[in-house]
């Protein structure tokens, strides 16, 4: 499986940015997919996950209720529109990808693939 993510930038505190995980190869569709994030001196930690049929989410407390996780099965891809962006959400975000029904293992950072990460940087 192979992840293209896309949609990073800068933007202003307050604004928006919707981030894209493109999966390709014979079994992207029967994959659980997420987002975690590294910042600068930090370890990289998770940010959201979903399950591939959509029906089960999870988010890190941090970005709950400003990220929403969606996913659209026909396009093989997976959304993280990040809402009300804090200058602390700088950093480079990473899509990662489990055999499906193995969604609980994105939660502790449990990845079969990676894909490359996208630059998020959100000005004070």
């Known amino acids: 499986v192979q992840l293209q993510a896309s949609g990073g930038g800068l933007v202003q505190a307050g604004g928006s940015l919707r981030l894209s995980c493109a999966a390709s190869?014979?079994?992207?569709?029967?994959?659980?997919r997420g987002w975690f994030r590294q910042a600068p001196g930090k370890r990289r930690e998770f940010v959201a996950a979903?399950?591939?049929?959509?029906?089960?989410?999870y988010y890190a407390g941090s970005v709950k209720g400003r990220f929403t996780i969606s996913g659209d099965n026909a396009k093989n891809t997976v959304y993280l529109q990040m809402n009300s962006l804090k200058p602390e959400d700088t950093a480079v975000h990473y899509c990662?990808?489990?055999?499906?029904?193995?969604?609980?293992?994105?939660?502790?950072?449990?990845?079969?693939?990676w894909g490359q990460g996208t630059q998020v940087t959100v000005s004070s």
């Open positions: 990662a990808a489990v055999y499906r029904g193995s969604i609980d293992r994105l939660q502790v950072g449990g990845t079969d693939y």
């Open positions: 190869g014979r079994t992207s569709g029967s994959t659980d």
């Open positions: 979903i399950s591939w049929d959509g029906t089960v989410t």
